[in-house]
C-alpha cells in the first residue's frame, strides 16, 4: 500500500507564492516519475509539471518561468514552488507517482488533491 499526501495549498493574492508539498509513504522500494495536476472550475485535469527520477523537469507553457517542481529522493517527496501567481491558477492541484513497491509491482498512486485559490 503507497499513499500521496499533499500540503501546502490555501488562498493567496495575486503576485503571491505558495509550495506544495507531496509525501509518498508506504511499501517503497523506489519511485519514477512524480508529477504535478490540476483541475480548475469548469476545467480538465492537466499536467503542470513532471519530474523524472533523474531530475529532468517538463512544465505546460502557462507556468513556465514562475513554478518550479523537485524532489527530494530521500524523503519520497516532491515539491512546486509557485511563484507570481494569478487567478487563473486557481485549482485543485494533485500530486502522481509511479512507485515500484517492495513487492516490485509498478503502482500509478494519486493523491487527494489540495485546493489553491488565488483572488484579491
Known amino acids: 500500500q503507497v499513499q500521496l499526501v499533499e500540503s501546502g495549498g490555501g488562498l493567496v493574492q495575486p503576485g503571491g507564492s505558495l509550495r506544495l508539498s507531496c509525501a509518498a509513504s508506504?511499501?517503497?522500494?523506489?519511485?519514477?516519475?512524480m508529477a504535478w495536476y490540476r483541475q480548475g472550475p469548469g476545467n480538465q485535469r492537466e499536467l503542470v509539471a513532471g519530474?523524472?527520477?533523474?531530475?529532468?523537469?517538463n512544465y505546460v507553457d502557462s507556468v513556465k518561468g514562475r513554478f518550479t517542481i523537485s524532489r527530494d529522493n530521500a524523503k519520497n517527496t516532491v515539491y512546486l514552488q509557485m511563484n507570481s501567481l494569478k487567478p487563473e491558477d486557481t485549482a485543485v492541484y494533485s500530486c502522481?507517482?509511479?512507485?515500484?513497491?517492495?513487492?516490485?509491482?509498478?503502482?500509478?498512486?494519486w493523491g487527494q488533491g489540495t485546493q489553491v485559490a488565488v483572488s484579491s
Open positions: 502522481h507517482a509511479v512507485v515500484r513497491t517492495v513487492a516490485r509491482a509498478v503502482l500509478s498512486v
Open positions: 508506504g511499501s517503497i522500494f523506489s519511485i519514477d516519475d
Open positions: 519530474i523524472t527520477s533523474g531530475g529532468s523537469t
